[in-house]
């Protein structure tokens, strides 16, 4: 294909112009080499501006040049190596500033040349452009003031001085950032529009809107990062939260008659140490026997050799001093994001470990062999019907659980070192021999906890008999105090109250009985008992009650029948009886075996009583409590439960989607229809008008 002359002047021009940045980068160096760059840049930007059309065609010549719209960036890249590169200090400084500014002068001419010569919608876009290239400008006049020199020429001193510098170098960057945006992406949407027919200033106008949005969000986000660095700011948006001492705790600090230290082995500066510090120090602030320091593991030689802790991240709880010297140790971490499930825990954690410092290890024995509830997976109960949560609040208050059976001579007596003793959801009978031994254990003064049933075959009806006491055939039922668990009758045996009595059995659920109830799962009634088989002296207390409206379901058909009378029934009882050396014996007897199992001692109403059972039974005070934790709780649904939001996810929420997608489509189809049909007047206009009047200019159009 034969070369146009355009064509031919361009290649022309073009190797002339490789020729010369060669000669001048081996002879004149880089400030020479940056001259002819920018010289060549004007030579081909005005060769290209002059040539016009191809050799007399007489089509719409190009308005602006390639080459021309390098003037203002190859300037900004003059001067950032002049400031940058050069450096104040070079004898070179001035002829490159001298050589940026020509570049950013010529590119200012050049935009207002072309703004001269434009006309219509092309001035629009020219006066848009201009305004652009005069806010770069602008930028460069800032940073040219936020220097030494400027700020002198200003005349500011002192703390002014400080203020001025900082505003400046604030707002050069965003000026020229937002105004060299808003230019580079208006450029891009100009060219593509070589003719003057083809310039439509609402694409221009867009494309400016685009670069204005881009680079505001870059401030925005600059600026943030920048008073976040300066001002040490971070900031963790998710739920994150250090669990904060709980009443046991602060309890337990407070009962200190001798002094414990706490020492947070971390580095000065460290996220974990921040979370931990806070906590410690509100503890201490309640006892003077309680002090906290923060040592580095580095620092700490001694300490650790001593106890063998290996590194950073641990809390060593220090009891006595010398060789004699006891400890407690932990480890939460040095990470933050490793830390975060310790420190959600450290309430419970701490309880544990200072129990083991601070008090003597007890026991609590656990009936065995009668298919009762345990901790153990191995005993076959599911994982609702197990004890690993009463374990887990045993252990924190340095309580072992033991199994006391035939073995360990329940059918004969109860050992005298047992504090106290559980029985927890019989499903097998006892034998008459370990009835008895429990009551006389009772007798003698020990502590009973006896969680059973109605509905099993326990065979501890001659404990209760001398107890006082005796557990009516029935499952407490109620239509409207009960648990919705599976949407069926059967919901009514889950059955709750809050009629707690002034007993210390039930004092933290009295506290707050408006906020918590106590839940028994096919529990049963408790009934006042007097009988020959009664021990001498017995007390009878009963701590929670239901309300009116329960009844006793004989049957098992969840429906109140015509002998199933409704009353009010008694839920737990507390007995005391006299001892013969003179400490009395007590028991507490709850008609529910599921009481203190995983799927119910969630419930605080339960956790409560269980708190202070234990410490009423055993005879001191915060023996168990409640802790602070910041444990995500699972969101549990039932299978039922789970169908429902498959369906509701699945089609409940596209469904109405697409009913409106369906109904807007179908209106719009008839709207459609209805501008399609001609009227009597378009009509006759239509068969009226000329060739030439259905001939409209671009121009009009446009406008």
């Not at 923060?294 to 001593?306: I, K, T, V």
Request: charged share 20%; hydrophobic share 45%.
């Amino acid at each position: 294909m034969e070369m146009t002359g355009r064509t031919k002047r361009r290649i022309a021009i073009g190797a002339a112009s490789s020729v010369a940045l060669a000669l001048a980068g081996t002879f004149l160096g880089a400030l020479g080499l940056a001259a002819c760059g920018l010289l060549i840049i004007l030579t081909l930007g005005v060769a290209d501006a002059r040539l016009g059309g191809d050799d007399g065609d007489d089509k719409p010549t190009v308005r602006r040049s390639f080459w021309v719209g390098l003037l203002l960036p190859f300037g900004l890249v003059l001067l950032f190596v002049a400031e940058r590169i050069i450096g104040a200090g070079s004898e070179l400084i001035g002829l490159w500033r001298l050589l940026s500014i020509i570049c950013l002068a010529a590119a200012l001419a050049w935009r207002a040349y072309g703004l001269s010569r434009a006309a219509n919608n092309q001035r629009r876009v020219e006066v848009a452009l201009m305004i652009a290239t005069v806010g770069v400008l602008a930028a460069v006049g800032l940073y040219a003031l936020s220097t030494n020199s400027g700020l002198e020429w200003l005349g500011v001193s002192g703390s002014a001085r400080e203020r001025m510098s900082g505003t400046l170098a604030v707002l050069w960057p965003t000026v020229l950032w937002v105004s060299l945006s808003a230019l580079l992406f208006m450029e891009h949407a100009y060219r593509g529009m070589p003719v003057e027919q083809a310039i439509e200033p609402r694409r221009v106008s867009a494309a400016a809107g685009s670069g204005l949005a881009l680079s505001l969000s870059f401030v925005f986000v600059a600026s943030m990062n920048f008073v976040a660095t300066e001002r040490d700011i971070t900031e963790d948006l998710s739920y994150f939260k250090t669990t904060e001492p709980s009443e046991q705790s602060a309890h337990m600090v407070a009962g200190l008659d001798e002094p414990i230290e706490v020492v947070l082995l971390y580095p000065a500066v460290n996220e974990v140490l921040d979370r931990l510090r806070p906590y410690f120090e509100t503890l201490a602030d309640g006892s003077p026997q309680l002090s906290v320091r923060a040592q580095d593991h580095a620092l700490s030689y001694g300490l650790a050799q001593q106890h063998r802790i290996p590194r950073n991240g641990f809390v060593v709880l220090l009891r006595g001093e010398g060789e004699g010297q006891q400890a407690e140790q932990f480890e939460v971490g040095l990470e933050l994001e490793t830390a975060r499930s310790r420190l959600r825990t450290l309430d419970a954690r701490f309880q544990q470990h200072f129990a083991r410092l601070t008090t003597r290890p007890r026991d609590l024995y656990l009936t065995v062999g009668h298919h009762e509830h345990s901790a153990s997976p191995l005993d076959g109960d599911t994982e609702a019907d197990r004890l690993g949560e009463l374990q887990s609040a045993l252990e924190r208050s340095n309580i072992q659980m033991r199994g006391l059976g035939v073995a360990e001579g329940l059918a004969n007596e109860v050992p005298d070192g047992a504090r106290a003793v559980a029985v927890v959801g019989p499903r097998q009978p006892f034998m008459p021999e370990e009835a008895q031994s429990l009551l006389r254990y009772v007798e003698r003064g020990g502590r009973l906890m006896v969680f059973v049933d109605p509905d099993a075959d326990h065979g501890l009806d001659p404990l209760l008999a001398g107890l006082g006491l005796s557990i009516p055939r029935g499952v407490l039922h109620s239509s409207t105090r009960h648990m919705r668990r599976r949407t069926g009758e059967a919901d009514r045996s889950a059955v709750f109250s809050n009629a707690y009595s002034a007993h210390p059995t039930v004092t933290l659920a009295n506290r707050n009985r408006s906020r918590v109830v106590t839940v028994f799962l096919r529990g049963g009634a408790i009934l006042r008992n007097d009988s020959a088989a009664q021990l001498s002296g017995v007390n009878v207390t009963f701590p929670l009650r239901t309300d009116s409206g329960f009844w006793l379901d004989l049957d098992d058909d969840h429906a109140r029948g015509p002998a199933e009378a409704e009353d009010r029934f008694n839920m737990i009882a507390a007995v005391t009886v006299p001892g013969a050396d003179g400490e009395e014996g007590r028991a507490v007897v709850i008609a529910d075996g599921d009481f203190i199992t995983d799927q119910l001692i969630g419930n605080r109403g339960n956790a409560f009583v269980l708190m202070d059972t234990v410490n009423w039974l055993v005879g001191e005070e915060h023996v168990l409590g409640p802790t602070q934790t910041e444990e995500d709780v699972p969101i549990a649904h039932s299978r039922d439960e789970d169908k429902a939001w498959f369906y509701a996810t699945s089609f409940g929420m596209p469904l109405p989607l697409l009913i409106a997608g369906a109904w807007l489509s179908r209106r719009r189809r008839r709207g459609k229809k209805t501008r399609g049909l001609p009227s009597p007047v378009s009509k006759a206009s239509s068969a009226a008008a000329t060739p030439e009047r259905l001939a409209i200019d671009p121009a009009e159009e446009e406008e």
